[in-house]
């Protein structure tokens, strides 16, 4: 065999070799996305925020803010069993159309801030909008992802959330987020639909995902204690969390 030749044989094995890594390496981060993709949660239930992509503000007003919907009919009572204090920090998540927000905004005065969030930027420019309407400084917007509530550590006293643990899509990480965000001795509060096959509309039982026990256990789950489970309402419950020790 002459020089020429070898050089040849030796420049194809190099290439076959080098190819043959590439190939490893590329394998390798296949592997890595594949693995990373599993870790992540995966939404509970798709597409249940669709219709607060770009709400309607007027019409959501209208559902959210009616005569005839338990929570807005309890609503001063709901507050009142909430226990805001002047200087808290309140995070109303899930505002919505900002019902309790604006409730709960002079109830923290002097001192005190209400964190309005929410998935829908709309909600949260129609919300500051009223609020500065209506006299009311000490309310923060923010437009969270639905996989964190957007706030920074140790910043609120109180989450309240109310008709909206049940769109939380990725609850798991929405709720180590709500973790950090709240303070050692805060407190939260869910109020949500109560889903029981003997009593609850066919809507709830398709609409709500969970049922009062199933969201105690994934709150214990996510590092939540419940400390009071209130029968102030009929067809939702009210339930109040502390972190775990
Ligand atoms: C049924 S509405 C309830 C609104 C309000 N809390 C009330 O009771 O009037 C649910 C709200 O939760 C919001 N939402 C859904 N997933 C969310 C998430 N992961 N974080 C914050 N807001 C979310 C929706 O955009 C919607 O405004």
């Not at 420049?11 to 890595?32: E, G, I, K, Y």
């Not at 159309?97 to 002097?110: D, M, Q, S």
């Not at 992802?145 to 643990?165: K, N, R, S």
């Not at 990480?173 to 050692?184: F, K, N, W, Y």
Request: with cysteine; net charge positive.
């Amino acid at each position: 065999m002459g020089k020429k030749e070898a050089g040849y044989i030796y420049q194809v094995m190099a290439m076959r070799t080098q190819h043959r890594q590439l190939s490893f390496l590329l394998l390798l981060c296949s592997l890595c996305l594949a693995w990373s993709a599993a870790a992540q949660e995966q939404s509970v239930r798709p597409g249940i925020n669709r219709h607060f992509v770009d709400p309607d503000w007027q019409r959501w007003v209208n559902t959210f803010e009616r005569p005839g919907r338990e929570v807005y009919d309890k609503r001063h009572a709901i507050v009142e069993a909430s226990a805001p204090r002047p200087g808290m920090a309140v995070a109303d998540i899930g505002a919505g159309t900002g019902l309790f927000t604006r409730l709960f905004a002079p109830r923290v005065e002097p001192g005190g801030t209400v964190y309005a969030i929410d998935i829908s930027k709309s909600f949260i420019d129609n919300i500051l909008r009223t609020c500065r309407e209506q006299g009311l400084t000490n309310v923060t917007g923010i437009v969270n992802t639905p996989e964190d509530v957007g706030l920074p550590a140790d910043a609120i006293d109180l989450a309240f959330i109310t008709d909206t643990y049940h769109h939380f899509e990725y609850p798991r990480q929405t709720l180590a987020s709500l973790h950090q965000a709240l303070r050692r001795d805060g407190r939260v509060i869910i109020i949500d639909f109560r889903r029981d096959p003997r009593i609850s509309s066919r809507w709830v039982l398709g609409h709500v995902r969970t049922n009062k026990a199933q969201t105690i256990q994934e709150m214990k789950e996510a590092g939540f204690r419940l400390v009071a489970d209130k029968p102030l309402l009929r067809t939702n419950y009210f339930l109040e969390f502390v972190k775990s020790e």
